[in-house]
């Protein structure tokens, strides 16, 4: 069974602060992708990045990077100076070769002012 | 650029009563699937379809029907609503097999049953 945990159900921040967020996955697939989305007050839900199982470089843009270790089936994502803006839920998401996707419980980021 | 359009955006309803969320997509898309959120639960999977005709159940399909006659199309419909029903309800999109991309998704639609 596929499965992803996000551990931090809240996390508070000031502003400028960095933050990383959790993401641990299990799998029994070889081949899968693993996505982050961040879920506004607004209520939609906006794609941040997709990986694939094959590319374990990390990846910035901007003030967001997402470190991917198969070695340890982690996909964390780290806000640089966390602006207000950010405040959002953020989702981890799991897809294999069953093609439905997995998403972990959420974690909810507020950052104050 | 329309994406995923998911309606309606509000709704309220008795309980008992039945109604249809509808899902269409113009990305050409195999893979459509309807999620419920609820509360520190994430995103639980209803139905979903890999193709026109082909519709399967996901974690939480009780008390839901789905169809697939095109590929744009994938409406859910609620039979006759509890007050556990009472979710966010999102639509998604995504393509399939080695190319597969991330999940569209539409708006979302919120609906409470009283």
């Known amino acids: 069974a596929q499965k992803v945990t996000q551990a931090q159900t809240e996390i508070s921040v000031v502003e400028k602060e960095d933050v990383t967020l959790d993401c641990v996955y299990e799998?029994?697939?070889?081949?899968?992708?693993l996505f982050w989305y961040k879920q506004p007050p607004s209520g939609e839900l906006v794609f941040l990045i997709r990986?694939?199982?094959?590319?374990?470089q990390n990846e910035i843009s901007g003030r967001y990077s997402w470190n991917f270790q198969k070695s340890t089936s982690s996909f964390n994502f780290t806000i640089t100076a966390s602006q207000v803006v950010d405040s959002a839920v953020y989702f981890c998401a799991l897809r294999g070769y069953g093609q439905n996707f997995v998403f972990g419980p959420g974690t909810r980021l507020s950052v104050l002012p | 650029n329309a994406g995923v359009t998911q309606t309606p955006k509000f709704q309220v309803l008795k309980t008992g009563q039945s109604m249809t969320l509808q899902c269409a997509q113009d990305m050409n898309h195999e893979y459509m699937s309807w999620y419920r959120q609820d509360p520190g639960m994430g995103l639980r999977l209803i139905h979903y379809s890999v193709g026109a005709g082909i519709t399967d159940q996901g974690e939480v399909p009780n008390g839901y029907n789905v169809s697939r006659s095109t590929t744009e199309d994938f409406p859910l419909r609620l039979l006759s609503a509890a007050p556990s029903q009472t979710s966010v309800y999102f639509c998604a999109s995504s393509s399939l097999g080695t190319w597969a991309t991330e999940a569209f998704f539409g708006q979302g639609t919120r609906l409470t049953v009283v």
């Open positions: 990986r694939n199982s094959f590319d374990e």
């Open positions: 799998t029994r697939d070889t081949t899968y992708y």
